[in-house]
């Protein structure tokens, strides 16, 4: 199974924005969801965004609706998660993991235990 890495973070100020990126080590079956998770200290995990490879269908928490955007280079087996307009509550460490199509789909994508292959982290910092 491909491994990924998260990369990207940083701090920026309330109104910013960031990208990070979710890399895999080899490339990945397009019958597959990628997913951004986030995890604040003393909070749960929270899935952010997922996107079916096959086609690009994207999916998003409330919270992140028309700030974030998730998009995938399938030549660079990167998925991206473009954020914008961030805010002091978007601080939290973000994850990206990957599970086969089934095991997931439009109304469960954001369980996060339902995926695997998770990489270090990324820091991201929000100051007002």
């Known amino acids: 199974q491909a491994q990924l890495a998260e990369s990207g973070g940083g701090s920026v100020q309330a109104g910013g924005s960031l990208t990070l990126s979710c890399t895999s080590s080899?490339?990945?079956?397009?019958?597959?969801?990628v997913g951004w998770f986030r995890q604040a200290p003393g909070k749960a995990r929270e899935g952010v965004a997922a996107i079916y490879l096959g086609d690009g269908e994207a999916y998003y928490a409330d919270s992140v609706k028309n700030r974030f955007t998730i998009s995938q280079d399938n030549i660079k087996n990167t998925v991206y998660l473009r954020m914008t307009s961030l805010k002091t509550e978007d601080t939290a460490t973000y994850y990206c993991?990957?599970?086969?199509?089934?095991?997931?789909?439009?109304?469960?994508?954001?369980?996060?235990?339902?995926?695997?292959?998770w990489g270090p982290g990324t820091q991201v910092t929000v100051s007002s």
């Open positions: 080899r490339g990945i079956d397009s019958d597959f969801y």
């Open positions: 993991g990957m599970v086969r199509a089934g095991f997931v789909g439009s109304r469960d994508w954001h369980l996060g235990n339902r995926y695997s292959g």
